[in-house]
């Protein structure tokens, strides 16, 4: 009868059962991180019957330590270090696709955790040697204890440290692989950004101080490996699109020599902890396909195999600047369908700069009505406003000056340069994108757009029927009709709109923010313009 995991009351009952199910006699010598750990736990007693327990649940490829980890250290806390630990059936397709391209002299994955993934490897190339990183040493002794209990502990290797420092390297193929942790940049270091600038620079690749920490493991990787080295990574998603994600995507169309990506959508629960979108990423060190395979999945029982999908030639993938859409189906649309971008041009809303400046308060007070804009501030007045907004008194006002301020009349002009001295005070010349605009203070608003979306929320988006001419910021997109469309068809199209579109249709984020960049949303399905007109809302 298996025992329930309830039983460790702290981290430390955790590690006083790794080191009875032997953690400390295997996987190379302990870090002084790991002692001081296994001093911390020594006069903690740890009943037989657990052991065994845990054993024989372990040799039944389940992972009982890892489970009791991340019911003991919550989500937040274990996502300090990028902890997400990945389900069994997406290690397994990793490993047996790993198997299936050939057979490594040694197995490396970045970030060990509790060893799930060497584990499955170790069965399934039993000469190789298997060497697993972390900087968590309890995390270290987990995968010891694993490794030792499944009996591959002769020919394991435990490094606590950072995987950016490993770059030892063996005659025969290596296979990385794993589940890089994913930690966004504000937790990164100065001095780590810097490598990752330093490093990307030697194969001739920019790099963005705002990458995540598996962008530096996918450097890292492609940076230490040699040719013949291959791998599979599972990470969040993002990087296909992002403007930081250009590096693993530059890596995987060059040195890395990507094969295949296929991402999981967040109902099929990729990581446990947080409702994100998944990538799985396969390559071949220094190879060179004509065409990179692209896939996309909604449950683990499809997943079967890597390697699958759609082919889309590299040259293509060269010249796209964002590749999930590429994993989505192209296939024909139902017959008077369209896709909304035949119909409608999706453009973001002007970036302020400085909200606190430009959205006007009592900061701005006297400036002329020629100045101010009932604008879209806040998702909510989106949301809020049930498919139509005829009303803007409850919208805030975004102050737009001309370029020119010569367009001013004299009085209004004098109110103006009044207003941009207090301007200044509060720091809006001084901002990245003032500095960037023809001239500071002209936040330039777009048209009134005549239906207006949501684009990040955890939740489908939510548009609305612009009957009050609002202008709208970057919280919100406009859709702005190629063709007249009269108001009923509008109306037909925001109510479809509201009722039809899922968040599968654009990219979920760890933490489960759902994001609809302007391209995404105009590839949605709508009806088209005859339909509209005949009243199809459904």
């Known amino acids: 009868m298996k025992l329930p995991l309830s039983l460790f009351s702290s981290e430390a009952d955790l590690v006083a059962m790794t080191l009875a199910l032997g953690a400390a006699g295997v996987g190379g010598p302990l870090s002084g991180a790991e002692i001081a750990l296994a001093k911390s736990a020594a006069d903690l007693s740890v009943d037989p019957r657990i052991v065994a327990d845990l054993r024989s649940r372990i040799m039944a490829a389940e992972d009982p330590l890892g489970d009791a980890f991340s019911a003991l250290r919550s989500p937040n806390v274990r996502r300090e270090n990028g902890a997400t630990y990945t389900p069994a059936p997406i290690v397994q397709t990793m490993v047996d696709w790993a198997a299936n391209t050939r057979t490594p002299c040694r197995v490396v994955d970045p970030g060990v955790g509790s060893a799930r993934f060497l584990i499955r490897a170790g069965e399934k190339f039993p000469k190789a040697e298997l060497i697993g990183i972390d900087v968590d040493p309890l995390a270290a002794l987990m995968a010891r204890a694993n490794l030792a209990v499944s009996g591959y502990g002769a020919r394991a290797r435990i490094i606590l440290g950072d995987y950016r420092r490993f770059h030892e390297q063996v005659d025969g193929s290596t296979l990385y692989i794993g589940n890089p942790p994913y930690v966004r940049h504000h937790q990164i270091a100065a001095p780590w950004k810097e490598w990752l600038a330093v490093e990307a620079a030697k194969l001739k690749l920019p790099a963005s101080k705002l990458a995540g920490l598996h962008v530096h493991f996918f450097l890292a990787t492609a940076s230490s490996a040699k040719p013949k080295d291959f791998g599979a990574f599972i990470t969040a998603s993002e990087w296909l699109d992002v403007n930081y994600g250009a590096l693993v995507r530059s890596l995987m169309l060059g040195r890395l020599g990507g094969k295949s990506i296929t991402v999981i959508e967040p109902t099929a629960q990729p990581f446990p902890d947080a409702a994100a979108t998944a990538a799985i990423s396969t390559f071949e060190i220094g190879a060179k396909p004509a065409s990179v395979y692209f896939r996309r999945i909604e449950d683990l029982a499809s997943l079967n195999e890597l390697g699958r999908g759609r082919r889309v030639h590299r040259e293509r993938l060269a010249a ?193 923010l759902t994001k609809f960049e302007p391209r995404e949303m105009e590839r949605l399905i709508v009806p088209g313009p005859a339909l509209l007109a005949a009243g199809v809302t459904s």
């Open 320 to 512: 796209e600047s964002r590749w999930s859409h590429l994993t989505r189906s192209s296939e024909k649309p139902p017959e008077g369908y369209v896709e909304l971008g035949e119909l409608c041009r999706v453009h973001r809303g002007a970036v302020t700069g400085a909200n606190g400046v430009w959205i006007a308060g009592t900061h701005s007070l006297g400036l002329p009505e020629t100045v101010l804009f009932p604008t879209i501030t806040r998702a909510r007045e989106v949301l809020e406003a049930d498919g139509l907004l005829s009303d803007s008194q409850r919208l805030r006002r975004v102050i737009d000056l001309p370029t020119d301020l010569d367009e001013l009349d004299t009085p209004a002009r004098k109110i103006v340069e009044k207003f941009l001295k207090v301007a200044k005070a509060m720091g809006a010349n001084t901002g990245y994108v003032a500095r960037n605009r023809k001239a500071w203070w002209a936040v330039g608003l777009r048209a009134a757009a005549p239906i207006i979306s949501t684009y990040m929320a955890r939740r489908p988006p939510g548009f609305i029927l612009n009957k009050a001419d609002a202008r709208h910021i970057n919280i919100a997109h406009g859709l702005y009709p190629r063709e007249h469309l009269g108001e009923a068809v509008q109306e037909r199209l925001v109510a479809f709109l509201q009722s039809n579109i899922s968040q599968k249709s654009g990219r979920t984020y760890a933490g489960g």
